[in-house]
């Protein structure tokens, strides 16, 4: 029998086909989505959770850049802190438990995201001005964001090791800090305004956070 499904890519190929999959599944989401009348915020959370645990897990040959901490600061945003920090959760349980691996570090992420995302909330009237998405705004908070992130989880190393590693493990970790700010950057430039458009689509009207016009982006 034929074994034509045995091919060795390389890991350049293989990130390769894992961003044009994602590409694919952003795509046909958003189409889909763009076909539904009624608002519904459930199911706006469903497809953020969608986009962050395909991303996390398709980008992960990447060190740090995955689109979960854009998509956390957006449901702060739009949806409130209690429904960011759910989303946080299934992301990083989801994630951890099925592919990437699952143990104490989780809880820290999820309190690391739940915080992006609480942030996100607190300053959602700053990056949401009459209906428009300040980017600028959205990609600073994404930028400290990541540093934030990271520096929460690391502390899951105390489960280990004393205080007195904290201090050199951090600045060991700058690098990745700095990848994944970057990465942020590029997701707020991607995703940002097309994921907007569809969360507005599907505010809860009977929030605070409801917005009457179609959301617009700006710099």
């Known amino acids: 029998m034929y074994d034509f499904h045995n091919i060795a890519l390389t890991p350049t190929q293989s990130l390769l086909l894992n961003i044009a999959i994602l590409s694919v599944i952003v795509f046909a989401v958003l189409r889909s989505e763009r076909r ?3 608002s519904n915020p459930l199911l706006m959370l469903g497809i953020l959770a969608i986009f ?3 991303g996390r897990i398709l980008l992960d040959p990447l060190p740090n850049f995955q689109p979960v901490t854009v998509i956390v600061i957006l449901a702060g945003v739009y949806y409130g802190a209690p429904r ?3 989303l946080a959760g299934v992301i ?3 994630t951890n438990f099925v592919v990437l691996g699952h143990g104490p ?4 992420q999820v309190l690391g995201w739940g915080l992006v995302g609480a942030s996100g909330a607190y300053f959602s009237d700053y990056i949401l001005k009459e209906g428009q998405l300040m980017l ?6 994404a930028i400290i964001s990541a540093f934030v992130f990271n520096w929460i989880v690391s502390l899951s190393i105390l489960l280990k090791t004393d205080a007195s590693m904290l201090a050199p493990y951090l600045i060991n970790g700058l690098l990745f800090d700095l990848y994944h700010a970057a990465g942020n950057l590029i997701f707020v430039a991607w995703l940002a305004t097309p994921l907007s458009e569809i969360m507005t689509k ?3 009207t009977s929030s605070s956070k409801a917005v009457s016009e179609p959301v617009s982006s700006t710099l």
Not at 105 to 108: A, E, G, M, V, Y
Not at 136 to 141: D, G, I, S
């Open 36 to 38: 539904l009348d009624d």
């Open 52 to 54: 962050g645990i395909s």
């Open 84 to 86: 960011a920090i759910a």
């Open 92 to 94: 990083a349980l989801t």
């Open 105 to 108: 570090w989780t809880l820290f």
């Open 136 to 141: 600028n705004r959205l990609a600073a908070l």
């Open 202 to 204: 599907h505010l809860d």
